[in-house]
């Protein structure tokens, strides 16, 4: 499976300590270069700089279509259009993006998105990991924002409600 990721996921993931599940879940795992500089390179002090530095698995990708980044630059960070353009470059399974407005943009690009949360329900549907509540508990304390109704939606899913 490719995967191609925005930043807030990764960073995310390693604020919690399980960067290592892309690794798991994923045969590639792609970054554009201004994810790896937002991530890694501007920011010594951000959760998953070193992480994301010293991870043979993830590639960084070169974007080739600059227009199309320019284009999608209208309404989206840097990250986020270079992320949508190395994911339909490299056909990617999946785009994983957990900004709304990112998202709709990757979906009219004809990008098959998901977001972390939907990857951790993946990850727990294969058996990565034992249980996702704790995991989504460990989320929200470091500030990533789960609605109460998504929250209990998923651990229905996984049959842990």
Do not use: C, N
């Amino acid at each position: 499976m490719i995967l191609v990721f925005d930043s807030s996921s990764l960073i995310a993931l390693a604020r919690v300590g399980r960067l290592d599940l892309l690794h798991e879940l994923a045969g590639e795992v792609h970054i554009p270069g201004a994810v790896f500089e937002e991530v890694a390179e501007h920011a010594d002090e951000r959760p998953g700089s070193a992480e994301v530095r010293s991870a043979p698995w993830i590639q960084v990708g070169r974007v080739l279509d600059r227009q199309a980044v320019e284009h999608l630059r209208g309404r989206l960070g840097r990250g986020e259009a270079e992320s949508i353009v190395l994911a339909r470059e490299l056909e990617a399974d999946f785009l994983v993006l957990d900004d709304a407005a990112a998202r709709r943009a990757a979906e009219a690009e004809g990008a098959r998105v998901i977001g972390l949360l939907g990857l951790l329900v993946h990850s727990r549907e294969r058996g990565m990991i034992a249980a996702l509540k704790p995991l989504l508990e460990e989320l929200k304390t470091t500030g990533f924002y789960i609605s109460d109704s998504l929250y209990h939606a998923l651990l229905r899913r996984v049959g842990e409600a």
